[in-house]
């Protein structure tokens, strides 16, 4: 099971983000002084006095900036306090009791559950008497923090644990949970994808491109295992980039990319393959992540379309991915997002496996004598022996008399190899290169 968790409430611009950054020691969600930036719940793990949890950053109640995504923020609002255990209600010490705090309020007492009330922005002592103002609203002494100062935050830290269950060990279940990162273009289907996958509306789904901001992770269950899955903001053009929230949404799809265990990029079949898809895959590929190319809007294409010719089509179009399997899928219809998943898991295990030294050797051997590295500047590259020292990607080291002697069309060559011949066909393999004298 997923631990508990605790959601961040509150009207716009309170500082909810800042609070959520704050408490995971990170700079997960976007913070930027607009309403409306946060939209959907926004997940990370923490932990209190020993005790796991998970905690949510949640859209603004009663704003945003754009009128046709309202009722969608909303509802992702009431999911999370629908599965939170306790909520952290966020205020404004700095402007006072508001009437959109009173709205929020009067949501909460509908809940049922443990309400904390967080005047935030008490950036000094000289603020903290102002929290009382918010005592009105009957859920006990508001605590007044500054996220930006760190102020407090370990009264609140203490707030949460007191409403844990228990003791919530790190070592509970599996370790860390498989992180599985969506990114493609915007408008693609990414978060539709993702409510597929988990089973509800966990993240909010718009016709409109440019929904997801930030790199929102959706914790989910299946077959008794806990996954985090990332939904991503739609990658454009850095020259179309309109603001600073739009930059600040495709860094953390690059954070969400380097970060993930498999990426699902998801191709529109009903769109060509264009500039974005491709500089997608080239990050993908520098990073040497595992990697399932999802066809998705499938069940939209005319059948004499045909898989092959579109499986054609995309090596020619992202050939660096050339190791990726393909899924024809459509996340709207459910067709074939089931066995996307298991293949998914699949990959995560494959980037994991060691080849025995003796194997790797075999392989750069009949490779070598396949193939000899071409001479350089008049010079004749060697390689005296190889093995992998690491997974996740596979890692190969190459000891050779002089590294900048192997040219990159070779090392292409040796790194296909390597994954033709050994226990890893569909990810990555990383080489690495180290100068060894031949009798050292």
Not at 65 to 94: P, Y
Not at 404 to 423: A, G, T, V
Request: positive net charge; proline residues 6%; contains cysteine.
């Amino acid at each position: 099971m997923p631990p508990p968790l605790i959601a961040i409430v509150g009207r716009p611009n309170v500082g909810k983000s800042s609070l959520f950054n704050a408490l995971i020691r990170k700079r997960l969600a976007i913070v930027e002084p607009t309403p409306g930036v946060t939209r959907d719940r926004l997940y990370a793990e923490a932990e209190a006095e020993g005790k796991r949890f998970r905690i949510a950053d949640t859209g603004g109640v009663g704003v945003v900036d754009r009128q046709d995504l309202a009722a969608g923020v909303q509802t992702q609002v009431r999911l999370a306090l629908e599965e939170a255990r306790a909520i952290v209600f966020v205020t404004d010490v700095q402007e006072g009791d508001a009437p959109l705090d009173r709205a929020v309020a009067d949501l909460l007492r509908t809940t049922g559950k443990p309400v904390l009330p967080v005047a935030n922005k008490a950036d000094h002592p000289a603020l903290d008497d102002d929290a009382a103002v918010f005592y009105r609203f009957g859920f006990g002494d508001p605590l007044p923090v500054s996220a930006e100062q760190r102020r407090n935050l370990g009264e609140l830290m203490e707030w949460i644990a007191a409403t844990l269950p228990g003791e919530i060990p790190a070592e509970e279940g599996e370790g860390e949970a498989m992180k599985l990162c969506v990114v493609g273009r915007r408008n693609a289907g990414k978060s539709t994808l993702i409510n597929a996958l988990a089973g509800g509306e966990r993240v909010l789904v718009s016709e409109t491109p440019g929904t997801t901001r930030d790199a929102v992770d959706v914790t989910i269950e299946r077959g008794g295992r806990t996954f985090t899955i990332v939904d991503t903001a739609g990658v454009r053009k850095r020259s179309k980039l309109q603001d600073s929230v739009e930059f600040y949404a495709q860094t953390r799809t690059e954070a969400g990319i380097r970060r993930s265990d498999v990426t699902l990029l998801l191709l529109d079949a009903l769109s060509e393959i264009g500039a974005v898809d491709k500089k997608i895959a080239s990050y993908v590929i520098r990073h040497h992540k595992a990697c399932v190319i999802c066809v998705n809007k499938w069940d939209a294409v005319p059948a004499e379309a045909g898989t092959d010719r579109y499986t054609a089509y995309v090596r020619d179009r992202l050939r660096g991915l050339a190791f990726a399997p393909l899924s024809f899928l459509s996340a709207l219809s459910g067709l074939n997002v089931g066995p996307t998943f298991d293949l998914a898991l699949e990959l995560g295990g494959q980037r994991r496996l060691r080849a025995p030294t003796a194997e790797v050797n075999r392989v750069l051997r009949e490779a070598m004598q396949r193939r000899s590295p071409p001479p350089r500047s008049g010079r004749l590259p060697k390689i005296f022996y190889a093995t992998q020292t690491d997974v996740a990607p596979p890692t190969v080291v190459l000891f050779a008399n002089d590294p900048s002697l192997l040219k990159r069309d070779y090392l292409r060559y040796l790194e296909n190899r390597f994954r033709e011949e050994l226990p890893f066909s569909e990810v990555p393999v990383r080489l690495v290169l180290r100068k060894r004298g031949k009798g050292a």
